[in-house]
Each structure stands twice: as C-alpha cells, then as structure tokens.
C-alpha cells in the first residue's frame, strides 16, 4: 500500500487536497459532501482512470489522514476532530477471490 495526496476533481463533492490510497493497482480516494454531512466517500479507480467500485461510510467528514496497520489488516480513515473509520482490508480488496 502506499499513501499520498493529490487535488480531488473539482465540482464532484468536497473539492481540497485529499489523501489517498493506492493499492493492487487501484487509487482510492476520498471524496466529502459539500452540504458537511458527517460522511464521505471511497471510491476505486482501476488503471484507466474508471470508477471500480465505491463505498460510503456515515460518522465521520473531512478526511485528513489515512493510516494502514500491516499487523491486523485494517486502514483508518481520519477525519474532523480525529474521529476514526475503520476498514478491513478485504472490504476495500477488489482483486479477492470469491
């Protein structure tokens, strides 16, 4: 896995520099609501720049900081007030075997 930021689209939902996630050959971003709801939105883009899938998830806005912990499998989305989401990485795996 690997973290950075980059500019999310303009005119999609909350519009600021934003981490990211890329892993398996796919970005995850994080996208906000414009109207402050207390949610944002994952979404997988594949090499092409295609949306693979998307995940949102209530409790938290305005992501700051992704955390990965390589022990118990899991990234943390850090959002206002450092309140955490939580994720299984096999929630986010698009490449797993079902």
Same mark, same amino acid.
């Given at each position: 896995?690997?973290?950075?930021?980059?500019?999310?689209?303009?005119?999609k939902m909350y519009d600021r520099l934003s981490p990211v996630l890329i892993w398996q050959g796919?970005?995850?971003?994080?996208?906000?609501? *414009?109207? =402050?709801?207390?949610?944002?939105?994952?979404?997988?883009?594949?090499?092409?720049?295609?949306?693979?899938?998307?995940?949102e998830r209530n409790g938290a806005r305005y992501i700051h900081k992704i955390t990965v912990d390589t022990v118990m499998e899991i990234v943390t989305f850090w959002g206002q007030d450092d309140k955490p989401e939580t994720f299984l990485w096999l929630?986010? =795996?698009? =490449?797993? *075997?079902?």
């Open positions: 896995m690997h973290l950075t930021e980059v500019e999310a689209e303009s005119g796919y970005l995850y971003v994080i996208y906000g609501y *414009q109207d =402050n709801r207390y949610a944002f939105v994952i979404v997988a883009y594949n090499g092409d720049g295609s949306v693979a899938s998307q995940w929630d986010l =795996n698009l =490449n797993r *075997q079902i």
